[in-house]
């Protein structure tokens, strides 16, 4: 991947205030990318990362927004319009995980659960779209799950699996609306890998690899479906999961 592969661009990544978003908000800028960092929580996450950025001679900007509320996902969309003109790259990685069976699980952790993973990718995609499609260009990237675009079911994780599944179908949809104004829309799925916890040895047996991911592998993927050189690539989901779910 060019050094400059993202040079100019004006870079959205949400949830991005730690985990595999502020990797992401890292080697976006380090493309040479304005990057928004986004989180929802209290407290100063995404401001130091903004910082830390910005200490690199980055250009970046910090928004606290909870986008699965469209409102909130608005605003975000706004002072980033108000500072940089346009947006070129959205990263949907905002996504909560529960795992509990049907028969536990009350309604407002299924809503929760769904509006975390489905409804903030419709938030967003909807709010960048009138600048892409001004600008004629656009990179939209959303994060899956490994197995998902075959709607596989898992037990105990019935919101999430549903929601990204849905993430997928979504995605394609949009792929084709949006393919002749030069945006494209791709998923990056992810398998088993570090996200802040060592997963369990009996987890990574299942991996044919042997190893879980790393950052670094879905990184790699995500950058490429932004840049420039993947103008002919759309509608595609591309597994980073060492080969589990084959």
Request: net charge neutral; glycine share 10%; hydrophobic share 50%.
């Amino acid at each position: 991947m060019n050094a400059e592969s993202l040079k100019g661009s004006v870079v959205i990544v949400t949830g991005s205030g730690h985990g595999l978003g502020a990797s992401l908000a890292r080697a976006a800028a380090a493309r040479g990318a304005a990057v928004v960092v986004n989180c929802r929580a209290e407290g100063t996450r995404a401001q130091v990362l903004a910082e830390e950025l910005a200490g690199q001679g980055r250009h970046a900007l910090a928004v606290r927004a909870d986008v699965a509320d469209y409102a909130q996902a608005t605003r975000l969309v706004t002072e980033v319009m108000e500072s940089f003109g346009r947006i070129d790259v959205l990263f949907n990685t905002v996504g909560s995980f529960l795992w509990k069976p049907i028969a536990d699980m009350d309604p407002a952790e299924w809503r929760d659960t769904v509006a975390s993973n489905l409804d903030s990718v419709f938030n967003m995609c909807r709010l960048v779209l009138p600048t892409m499609r001004q600008n004629r260009y656009g990179r939209i990237v959303s994060l899956g799950a490994v197995g998902a675009e075959r709607a596989l079911g898992q037990p105990e994780v019935a919101a999430y699996s549903a929601a990204k599944a849905a993430v997928i179908a979504f995605s394609r949809s949009l792929a084709l609306e949006e393919a002749r104004g030069g945006i494209t829309v791709n998923v990056v799925s992810p398998g088993v890998f570090f996200d802040g916890e060592v997963p369990a040895p009996t987890v990574v047996q299942r991996v044919p690899v042997g190893r879980a991911g790393t950052h670094d592998d879905i990184i790699r993927a995500a950058l490429f479906f932004a840049s420039p050189a993947a103008d002919f690539v759309t509608g595609q989901v591309l597994s980073i999961s060492g080969g589990e779910g084959l």
